[in-house]
């Protein structure tokens, strides 16, 4: 299995009990997450819905879909969203957010094993790809609510070897008019 680590770095001007509420309530994600294609509750967790299991599909700019379920693990309501993944990607998730004047940081933290037979043979030529990939369903999310300027800092994947590929630097205006404003900035960098 090919092994990925990603960390997206999410910047909202909006209070953090909005994004929270956003990000953790995940069934609603395909209304404003272009990349979210479906999600289905499998099993309810407890009063704090640790153990609950959402199945998600999602679609990418390069002509695939992974389906995979994540089982709730930890939740500190308001600042910590943690989960363990299981299916065609396994591994864990982790949100974390924070507030500081006004403007939230939602950062989310993803290491995990591809385990589709395909994508673990081409894994040594196309990780870039998966890794471009990764970055744009991360930046296709369209929060509702008013106007924002947000900031995706780009995605850090290391990989196994010590060597590092950090992609991106996205910018855009979040609205009911939203364009997307890209400008890539890719290094190739030694740990």
């Not at 106007?147 to 780009?154: L, N």
Request: charged residues 25%.
């Amino acid at each position: 299995m090919a092994n990925y680590e990603f960390v997206t770095i999410w910047k909202v001007k909006a209070p953090q009990q909005a994004v929270w509420d956003l990000i953790f309530n995940s069934d609603k994600w395909p209304n404003w997450w272009r990349g979210v294609e479906k999600v289905e509750k499998v099993r309810d967790g407890d009063a704090n819905h640790v153990g609950a299991v959402y199945r998600y599909t999602w679609k990418s700019k390069l002509p695939y879909r992974l389906i995979f379920e994540m089982e709730t693990t930890r939740v500190e309501p308001n600042s910590v969203l943690e989960g363990r993944a299981i299916g065609e990607l396994q591994g864990t998730g982790k949100w974390t957010l924070s507030e500081e004047n006004g403007l939230t940081t939602a950062r989310y933290d993803w290491h995990v094993q591809t385990t589709k037979a395909w994508m673990n043979l081409l894994a040594p030529v196309a990780r870039p790809f998966f890794s471009w990939n990764h970055d744009v369903v991360m930046s296709w999310r369209r929060m509702p609510g008013p106007a924002t300027r947000s900031t995706i800092r780009g995605t850090i994947m290391r990989r196994r070897n010590h060597w590092s590929l950090i992609i991106g630097h996205f910018s855009f205006i979040n609205s009911s008019r939203d364009k997307l404003h890209s400008a890539y900035i890719m290094h190739l960098v030694s740990k």
